[in-house]
């Protein structure tokens, strides 16, 4: 079972992402929860900064590779409508509009590592693995490929995502993804989540508008969308997902 557990304290609230079984993988209702409570979070002026963190000692495995096997006899337009919960988890910072820590430990892998890149700072453990592992499971990773370029830059995120490489989190840091490493990533970003609620709530607005302002292009996720459902209709993805379950080298049929 997944589910979205949000904490408040003093100035800030928590929130955790679990899916125990399956390393806290995003599936749809993990990621509606997720898009919901960041709705919430933005209207709640209580709440002037966010730390995003994943229970069981893991940030997030990416998408549920379960969904994304059922999902692969369904039509283009049932993949549409699915969007808007699939790829709008990404925008959930934006929602929040309030600076958001990731407290990252285990993987950051895939969807995983684009909502770490998606947040303002990255506190990671000395052992947290990032990566995008999709290209081996038979699809590009269209909808987080963009965060990561964000966060490290065009050259650094088509490498990551050709190569697959798994990194740790001393690389991630020197590429730019994690801006701290510390033994404890959780108490770590509570820390800077509590100092940042403690500057001037007006001033902090002003601030978050001002680096909005410089975020750059407005990223085109429906183009990118239309190419994954193009994906969903390839066997190569079936065979992918197929040879991950069983822990086998994919047989690729190029179609
Ligand atoms: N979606 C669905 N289930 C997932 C999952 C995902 N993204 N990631 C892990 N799981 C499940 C596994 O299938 C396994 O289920 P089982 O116990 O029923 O066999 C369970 O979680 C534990 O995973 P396992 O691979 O045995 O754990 P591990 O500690 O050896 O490895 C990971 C952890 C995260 C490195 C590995 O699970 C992994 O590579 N996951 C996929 C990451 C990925 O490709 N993400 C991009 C998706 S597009």
Known sequence: MSEVIVEKCNGYAVIFMSNKKKRNALDSELSKALIDKAEEISRDDDIRAVVLAGKNHIFCAGADLDEFSAALTKDALSHYKNMETDVKVFDMVEIINKPVIAAVEGYALGGGL??????????????????????????????IFPYVMGAVGKREATALALTRKIIDAAEAKRIGIVYEISDNPFLRAKAIAKSIASVSPAVLKLSMDAINSLSGEKINSKYLSLLRIVNFASEDLEVGIDAFKKKIKPEWRGK
């Open 114 to 143: 684009g909502l770490a890149c998606s947040t303002h700072i990255v506190i990671s453990s000395p052992e947290c693995k990032f990566g995008m592992p999709e290209l081996s499971l038979g699809i590009f990773p269209y909808v």
